[in-house]
């Protein structure tokens, strides 16, 4: 006869059968909510990628102007695109950084033409992409009409109104659509005009002014140079003279160095521009040496240089002393322009550092050679145009930020230049040389986080190839 189970069997029977349902039930909640936090994460991701390119459509003919006027059989141009009509903005956009709003968030208006089926000039549209408080995303569309036209023809009639049917400011009496919602950064980073940046800036002097300081004379056989205009302060120009000359065995040599506009003239080093240069980064040195043959003797003089025996080269010393740097390399050498046709001899010389250097100047150093006490290059004058040190950029575009990984995953109004190409920039030239934007936008579902950026740094392009041709 078979016994029945004790009760100590029934009780390591539930509890064992407990422990797995319990296991089970953990098991299959991890997995729930694994699956959930997955779902919102491709629901953010999706969002911020529906959204991104709905804005690179949009953004991307932002200041289209021109159209093929069938009619006239040429191409006609609608001025209306621009922001402003007077002074230096001359772009189809106006970008605010939202500092009172959560991470910096910012907004965008802009302008651009809309074409009919045949591809002819319809109307402006005038647009704005905002993150209000609430977290939502709106895009507001108003249309500026210039040409005789059917709203029935419009497809965006009803969500893009023409102007005419409402009063006061088109965009704040325009149709908010919303785009997203749980937006949690919205920023617009413009880019700088070219592939290259360049050291200082307008307000140190190295973009169109600088100075030009001689080093004295008696000192180590340096002689001093006269330098027209005086320390060529705000001038993009400088123009050297009163070189000495060596006979047999001496070393007289001149030499001059690069320093901010309106510094004092010393005998040193101490006054020079001091440079830093970040190890696998390239670097130019840049100046043109214009020289008019018609002018006076004295000037054409400069022509009578020899290379192999005259010297002229640039380079760089150290702020402290003067002495070489071993980081850099040695100096770049060149030649003056040798006849008229050549008046804009275009120098230009790239370099890279094994380590980082720092308090490095840039010094044009002198010593002539041939001729004789009256006739030689010594006698003739040399003019130093343009000059520029740049960091070369190996990308399409560049955009003026700072770390946007700050803050977490938020913008702080530290992260970007707050001034570059808004509507406070002082230099409204900036606008009209945007040609993309980088777009940061991350949307929070349920605290999954969808985001344009790749990676800590870049985020989502966006080029705007018509914003800025100033028409004829």
């Excluded at 000495?244 to 309106?262: D, S």
């Excluded at 696998?280 to 022509?303: C, H, Q, R």
């Excluded at 575009?397 to 946007?404: G, I, K, P, T």
Aim: hydrophobic share 35%; glycine share 8%; proline share 4%.
């Amino acid at each position: 006869m078979k016994k029945a189970f004790t009760l100590i069997e029934l009780l390591v029977y539930m509890a064992i059968m407990g422990f797995i349902v319990v296991v089970a039930g953990r098991a299959f909640s991890d997995s729930t909510g694994m699956r959930v936090r997955t779902q919102n994460m491709i629901k953010a991701t999706e969002e911020v990628n529906r959204i991104a390119e709905i804005m690179k459509e949009d953004l991307s003919q932002m200041g289209a102007k021109t159209w093929m006027n069938q009619t006239a059989g040429d191409l006609g141009t609608v001025n209306s695109v621009y922001i402003g009509g007077t002074g230096n903005d001359r772009s189809s956009f106006r970008l605010w950084h939202r500092t009172d709003l959560p991470n910096g968030n910012d907004s965008i208006e802009f302008r651009k033409i809309s074409y009919d089926s045949d591809g002819n000039y319809m109307a402006v549209r005038l647009i704005s992409w905002a993150l209000s408080a609430d977290s939502i995303l709106r895009r507001r569309c108003a249309t500026i009409y210039a040409t005789a036209y059917s709203a029935s023809s419009d497809p965006e009639s009803d969500v893009c109104r023409e102007v005419s049917t409402f009063s006061g400011s088109p965009l704040e009496n325009a149709i908010p659509v919303a785009m997203a919602a749980g937006v949690q950064t919205f920023a617009m980073l413009p880019s700088t005009p070219s592939s290259e940046e360049t050291f200082g800036g307008p307000s140190s002097g190295f973009s169109g002014s600088f100075s030009f300081l001689s080093r004295g004379t008696g000192i180590d056989d340096y002689y001093a140079t006269d330098i027209e205009p005086p320390q060529a302060v705000n001038s993009n120009t400088a123009i050297l003279s009163d070189f000495e000359r060596n006979n047999a065995g001496e070393q007289k040599r001149h030499q001059i160095f690069v320093a901010e506009p309106g510094i004092a003239l010393t005998s040193d080093f101490t006054s020079c521009k001091g440079f830093e240069f970040k190890r696998g980064e390239t670097y130019a040195v840049k100046f043109t040496t214009p020289m008019n043959m018609n002018l006076a003797i004295p000037d054409s003089m400069m022509a009578l240089f020899q290379l192999g025996k005259d010297h002229m080269a640039v380079g760089f010393r150290n702020k402290a002393d003067g002495g070489p740097i071993t980081q850099l390399p040695t100096d770049f050498l060149f030649g003056p322009p040798q006849e008229g046709s050549a008046n804009l001899i275009n120098q230009s010389f790239e370099f890279s550092v094994p380590s980082d250097v720092s308090n490095a100047c840039v010094a044009f150093t002198f010593a002539f050679y041939s001729g004789s006490a009256d006739v030689g290059p010594h006698k003739g004058k040399l003019r130093i145009k343009d000059f520029e040190l740049s960091r070369k950029r190996d990308v399409a575009y560049v955009f003026v930020r700072n770390a946007l990984d700050c803050g977490g995953l938020g913008l702080g109004s530290d992260c970007y230049d707050e001034d570059y190409a808004t509507e406070s920039d002082a230099v409204l030239d900036n606008k009209k040389h945007v040609k993309a934007f980088e777009l940061v936008l991350e949307v929070n579902k349920r605290k999954e986080i969808g985001s344009t950026r790749t990676n800590n740094l870049s985020g989502y392009i966006i080029p705007v190839p018509n914003n800025g041709i100033t028409p004829q």
